[in-house]
């Protein structure tokens, strides 16, 4: 395939706010794990903000959906005992990447800590450029990226024929959410579920007998449950594009296992509670549940947990923003954090009991949740531009240091860049 040997890219100068459109050199292969993927792609605000600790230029974007236009070496059909994308890739295939590199052959991976590899890097930062580019290199491709031409290479919970069908009528748009936001918001989910501190309201057995099988421990001198015992209360902080992901990955797991249970989804800029109120009367009543779901301001927030729980507080808090004040919040009631200092002291925590799970999303582990999860919710993920939309708007490359500018003041929700408009 004939590739140019220039491209155009979105590049971050430091130290922050600054977007520019800039003609650079297109990626070769420089490793026999590489692939070359030709792209379509989104914002990174944490690195825009200057938040990021970065202080070199760099291509920007750590979300893409491509055509792979060129492979190295280690792709052939007689690879054996390495990931089967090193034996099934070809040039043509479309893919979706994680945020991160992962070589999928070590031991962190195997145990699918993906975001955490050794060889791991992440895109759009100054280890690794990119994909708000029209070409993007990816180390390890085959241990990294998700065949989309060829659903067979990974595992979903839907039979074939629905998982190829839903494959050729989503749109790329859709499918770009795998690459981050919705694994991390089932992701996000996941780990405020099976908490082990919540365990004892979702298995109906109090601590410490609720890390055991019914049965296998005697539990004669426990005291029994209430149904109040068991219900489930939940803040997500922070309703952009990730918080929204998260309130949905709840509701759906929620609803598929019958818990009861309360949410409240907190923001403090109207729009993003007024888009997280489409989002939920979009979704059918069978991904609902039969729980409450309130959407409210920080202040009206205060108030409903108080209402709700006597004061207590809640089950788990997921904090989607990645600020101190945020964290704080957090602490109040009961993700993605990035600042470098915490902000309460450790006898604070002491006083609460408070457990913290901080983290990457291992994004690509979560990926086969997050697609099927994807096929699901098609009344929420599948369109672009409407209230109950993630993504607002599909814009060009001349139109970049806006999307970027208009996103981070929350005029508007996802923006995606197309590298060829």
């Excluded at 888009?275 to 549940?289: C, E, F, L, N, W």
């Excluded at 202040?299 to 209402?307: F, I, L």
């Excluded at 999860?373 to 993920?381: A, E, G, H, I, T």
Aim: net charge neutral; proline share 6%; aromatic share 8%.
């Amino acid at each position: 395939m004939n590739i140019p040997k220039t491209q155009s890219a979105v590049r971050w100068h430091p130290p922050s706010y600054d977007i520019r459109v800039e003609t650079i050199a297109t990626p070769q292969i420089q490793d026999p794990d590489d692939a070359i993927i030709k792209v379509a792609v989104r914002s990174d605000l944490h690195i825009y903000r200057g938040h990021g600790g970065v202080n070199q230029i760099h291509t920007c974007g750590h979300e893409f959906i491509g055509e792979v236009v060129a492979l190295g070496s280690s792709y052939h059909s007689n690879s054996h005992g390495r990931p089967g994308l090193y034996a099934n890739l070809k040039v043509g295939d479309k893919v979706v990447s994680p945020f991160t590199v992962n070589c999928g052959e070590c031991h962190v991976c195997r145990l699918g800590y993906t975001c955490r590899c050794p060889e791991g890097a992440l895109f759009g930062s100054p280890a690794l450029e990119g994909g708000q580019a029209q070409y993007v290199r990816v180390p390890k491709a085959g241990g990294t990226l998700f065949n989309l031409s060829n659903p067979s290479t990974w595992s979903s919970a839907l039979p074939a024929d629905a998982k190829a069908s839903a494959l050729a009528t989503i749109a790329d748009s859709s499918l770009l959410m795998l690459a981050d936001i919705l694994p991390t918001g089932v992701f996000a989910a996941l780990q405020a579920l099976n908490h082990p501190k919540v365990l004892p309201a979702v298995t109906g057995r109090p601590w410490p007998f609720s890390f055991f099988t019914s049965g296998t421990v005697n539990e004669a001198n426990t005291t029994n449950t209430t149904t109040e015992d068991r219900m489930l209360t939940f803040a997500i902080i922070g309703l952009g594009p990730v918080g929204i992901c998260t309130a949905v990955s709840l509701l759906d797991i929620l609803s598929t296992r019958d818990l009861p249970f309360r949410i409240v989804a907190i923001d403090p800029v109207e729009p993003r509670r007024e888009r997280m109120k489409a989002v939920y009367s979009a979704i059918a009543d069978g991904g609902k549940g039969s729980g409450l779901f309130h959407v409210n301001s920080i202040e009206d927030a205060k108030e409903t947990v108080r209402n709700w729980t006597g004061g207590v507080g809640c089950s788990a808090v997921l904090e989607a923003v990645g600020n101190t004040s945020a964290l704080s919040l957090a602490n109040y009631f009961g993700g993605v954090h990035g600042e470098p200092m915490m902000p309460f002291s450790g006898r604070q925590l002491y006083n609460k009991n408070v457990s913290f799970d901080f983290g990457r999303c291992p994004a690509r582990a979560m990926f086969p949740l997050a697609f099927d999860l994807l096929v699901k919710r098609q009344d929420v993920f599948g369109k672009v531009g409407d209230p109950a939309s993630l993504i607002d708007r599909v814009v060009g490359f001349d139109q970049a240091a806006e999307g970027y500018r208009a996103f981070d003041k929350g005029e508007v929700g996802k923006v995606i860049f197309d590298p060829w408009k």
